[in-house]
């Protein structure tokens, strides 16, 4: 690698468009993970571009042509809950670099206390997909191994310090 030039990394987090008008604050919440992971990988020699939370596949299809106009050199992408393979697909094929699926939830476990305190069965499921990253990663290894594309999973806590060392090695 050109030691004149940062290392170009993509980031978007997926998610699942019809989520958003459903359970109030999980979008801002999720957005913000992804910030965390922007922040955490931005350093001296690294270029971060946030493509920000995909959610359909139309704009799967435009974040891997971002990737290609900002010529970013490997993508992350971040499982911040469920989403469908086909939101997943056009973007890796578009970007054409190597991929790192990130399964990483958001603390090492859910405050049950607070939640079962909660009486909207609404917030509640809204709180739980928000901890839901691990559900479609088995769907979207699936697809990208029968796509041919090559990636590594990394599966941990967001603010772990094992996970961040896998991370960058």
Not at 1 to 12: F, H, I, T
Not at 21 to 43: H, I, M, P
Not at 113 to 140: H, Q
Request: charged share 20%.
């Amino acid at each position: 690698m050109n030691s004149e030039r940062a290392l170009r990394v993509g980031l978007c987090g997926i998610g699942l468009e019809a989520y958003w008008s459903q359970f109030a604050g999980l979008e801002e919440r999720l957005k913000g993970y992804v910030g965390r992971v922007a922040e955490r990988l931005s350093r001296p020699g690294v270029a971060v571009v946030n493509l920000g939370l995909i959610d359909t596949p139309q704009r799967s299809r435009e974040a891997g042509h971002a990737c290609r106009r900002e010529d970013v050199d490997v993508l992350f992408l971040y499982v911040t809950t469920y989403a469908l393979s086909n939101t997943v697909l056009p973007l890796v094929q578009r970007a054409g670099v190597p991929v790192i699926v990130l399964n990483l939830q958001p603390e090492a476990a859910m405050d049950y206390a607070a939640f079962n305190k909660l009486t909207d069965r609404t917030a509640m499921t809204g709180d739980w997909l928000a901890y839901c990253s691990a559900c479609p990663v088995p769907e979207i290894a699936n697809v990208l191994m029968r796509a041919g594309i090559p990636f590594h999973q990394v599966t941990g806590v967001l603010d772990d310090e094992a996970t961040w060392r896998e991370m960058e090695a």
